[in-house]
């Protein structure tokens, strides 16, 4: 439950403290902010959650048989947990792929130029002469900033809906 307390925290009261320590690494107007906070922020408790989940649903059987077979524990791990985690870590995946492709206020705050921006951030620049939104050209491009997502998913639909039953996810 602890660990799940992470997801109440919303990303604006942490945005300040991460900006100071990423700042005091050198590391504010570089892509590692970008790279490391889905890498150790919500999306990390949210796969620790659903392959806890996973791992819990394993047959103690399947523990019993490796150990017949005389395997350790990293063995069980790599040679019988690891390969049938394979649905879980897709849907993870997806997860954290989908959280660092959305990113907005993230690279508000630690980018600065215009040659480093994301998609979603990219998409606010395409305004007129009068700085007024040019609406077509932004959907137009939304709409094709969505397509890697899609591909995505479409691909990994099968590993994704996989991982979130086996993990007792009702969605």
């Known amino acids: 439950m602890i660990v799940l307390a992470g997801l109440l925290v919303p990303n604006e009261v942490t945005i300040i403290p991460l900006y100071r320590m ?9 892509h590692w ?16 959650f659903i392959m806890r989940q996973f791992f819990i649903t394993l047959p103690k059987e399947l523990e019993e048989a490796g150990r017949v077979d005389g395997l ?22 997806i997860f954290t792929f989908l959280h660092s492709w959305n990113l ?21 620049q395409y305004v007129d002469a009068y700085g007024g939104a040019m609406w077509n050209v932004q959907l137009a491009a939304a709409t094709l900033s969505a397509l890697p997502v899609l591909i995505i998913f479409v ?5 994704f ?3 979130l039953a086996q993990t007792g996810l009702k969605g």
Do not use: C, H
Request: glycine share 8%; proline share 9%.
């Open 22 to 30: 990423f700042d005091s690494l050198g590391l504010v107007n570089t």
């Open 33 to 48: 902010p970008l790279i490391l906070i889905p890498m150790l922020g919500a999306p990390s408790v949210l796969a620790t």
């Open 72 to 93: 350790g524990r990293l063995g069980l791990f790599w040679q019988v947990s690891l390969p049938l985690a394979r649905p879980a870590i897709g849907a993870v995946s």
């Open 104 to 124: 907005y206020l993230e690279p508000i705050v630690f980018l600065s130029s215009k040659d480093k921006f994301t998609i979603p951030q990219a998409l606010t």
């Open 155 to 159: 691909l990994a639909q099968r590993q």
């Open 161 to 163: 809906v996989e991982g």
